[in-house]
DNA sequence: GAGGAGATCGTCT
DNA sequence: GACGATCTCCTCT
């Protein structure tokens, strides 16, 4: 099991294309105890707030995204197509409400749990199936199938403390080769090189 | 391996 | 009443 500390709040009061930079690397964590799911982020999107047209914030502040107007680090979950959970962490760039979107982990600790909310059948030599791997948490609402993430229970939800029970941590891993691409399944403002994943990691949701 | 259609519902117009 | 920051399954090549 890593050992991680949480990330301080001052870490979100930044613009989120710093944020989604930094998250790269660090690991997100779900549960308490001894019954933890961690899996390193590996692929994250920004989303810049007002002055960005794809961001949900854009259109201003309602009761669906009023957490990404209030204090940074905090998760922002929304439902997406009826069915799909999407995770995000606020951020503050200058008091705008910018946020970082979770798109692809890397699957650390607590693998047979995963699998089983992404009903997957896994057997014990299946652990270290890449194929198997790629598919627990690589795209935005496997990764919250996979940590059971749901915005009644997560929504609002501290990120920097784990007595959340979600939370992000720094575990000494440092990212090198990061990749800046376009943003993935928006229309507005798809222009924009706002996505971020590590080079050559296998479960990064498209290259 | 690539491409297309369907599933499904909260939120905003 | 229309529309998504998506995933999976199915078909075709």
């Not at 989120?16 to 899996?39: C, D, E, F, I």
């Not at 669906?64 to 009826?82: C, D, E, I, Q, T």
């Amino acid at each position: 099991m890593v050992s991680a500390r949480p990330l301080a709040r001052s870490f979100f009061a930044r613009d989120p294309r710093q944020v989604a930079r930094s998250l790269l690397g660090k690991v997100l964590v779900r549960g308490a105890g001894t019954r933890l799911r961690v899996g390193r982020i590996v692929e994250v999107e920004a989303y810049l707030g007002a002055a960005d047209a794809a961001a949900h914030a854009a259109a201003g502040e309602t009761t669906r995204n009023a957490v990404l107007f209030g204090p940074p680090g905090h998760a922002y979950v929304y439902l997406s197509y009826g069915l799909h959970y999407c995770l995000n962490v606020s951020c503050m760039p200058s008091g705008d409400a910018g946020c970082v979107l979770f798109r692809a982990l890397e699957p650390v600790a607590g693998i047979k749990q995963m699998a089983r909310s992404r009903e997957i059948e896994l057997a014990a030599a299946d652990v270290r199936d890449p194929q198997i791997l790629r598919r627990l948490a690589s795209g935005p609402a496997r990764l919250c199938q996979a940590l059971e993430i749901t915005r009644p229970r997560d929504n609002g939800g501290d990120m920097t403390a784990p007595k959340s029970g979600l939370w992000i941590g720094d575990d000494g891993f440092r990212a090198e080769n990061i990749v800046t691409a376009l943003r993935v399944g928006i229309t507005k403002s798809a222009e924009l090189p706002l996505r971020y994943y590590l080079a050559g990691n296998e479960f990064v949701s498209r290259r």
